[in-house]
């Protein structure tokens, strides 16, 4: 079968999957655009907290009763109370902590990365071979630019200039993050490619193929 007679057999598929993709972008290109940052107005809210701790103690003389810098009335269950990610100290650490906390506290990154992992991964299901493929790359591209672009938002904060890292720390501290928040998205879609091409039987395989891949490009 030449290119042509494959476009032209199945032409409404690959209709589907570009639009398809050309909406995603859309959605991130206008998100990136019109995104507001939440961790400006959480530093905000601890800067407050602590000036408000310290009118409190020159008022009562030193005596205070510890509270949180603030509080959210439906916190997520992950990080809700700021625990560390990694055990060892770094600056790339501490950085690659900040990129992942603020992109799973933003209720708006959640949805997008779920919408982006779940519904192509299902759609793979129908379509044929080629455009499967075509949207395989295409929404991993598309992934890793969403993620990619959130942490350099967070690492461009200047409340991070505050404390002392260079820019091998801010590196190691994207790839780091890059790896971890996209391990959820390499093992379910791939693992969809998989089932989509083998059955049951190629689930695992690809899921564990795509998670080394994406440890080799991020290490």
Request: with cysteine.
């Amino acid at each position: 079968m030449t290119l042509f007679q494959f476009i032209s057999t199945h032409t409404m598929a690959i209709s589907l999957v570009g639009l398809l993709l050309f909406i995603m972008y859309a959605i991130l290109r206008h998100d990136r655009i019109t995104r507001s940052s939440h961790f400006s107005l959480h530093v905000a809210k601890e800067n407050e907290a602590r000036y408000m701790a310290l009118d409190q103690v020159m008022r009562i003389g030193g005596q205070t009763e510890p509270k949180p810098l603030f509080e959210r009335k439906r916190p997520w269950v992950l990080f809700r109370h700021s625990q560390f990610i990694f055990r060892s100290e770094g600056a790339s650490k501490r950085l690659a902590e900040v990129s992942i906390k603020r992109f799973l506290r933003t209720p708006h990154q959640r949805r997008l990365y779920i919408g982006m992992t779940m519904l192509p991964a299902n759609a793979m299901l129908l379509l044929p071979t080629g455009p499967r493929i075509a949207i395989t790359i295409g929404v991993s591209l598309l992934m890793l630019f969403m993620v990619r672009g959130c942490i350099a938002q967070s690492l461009e904060h200047r409340y991070l200039y505050q404390f002392r890292w260079d820019e091998l720390d801010a590196f190691k501290s994207e790839k780091r993050s890059t790896f971890i928040l996209l391990i959820p998205f390499a093992m379910i879609f791939y693992g969809y490619l998989g089932g989509s091409f083998f059955g049951l039987l190629g689930i695992l395989p690809f899921s564990i193929g795509a998670l080394l891949t994406l440890f080799a490009f991020t290490r």
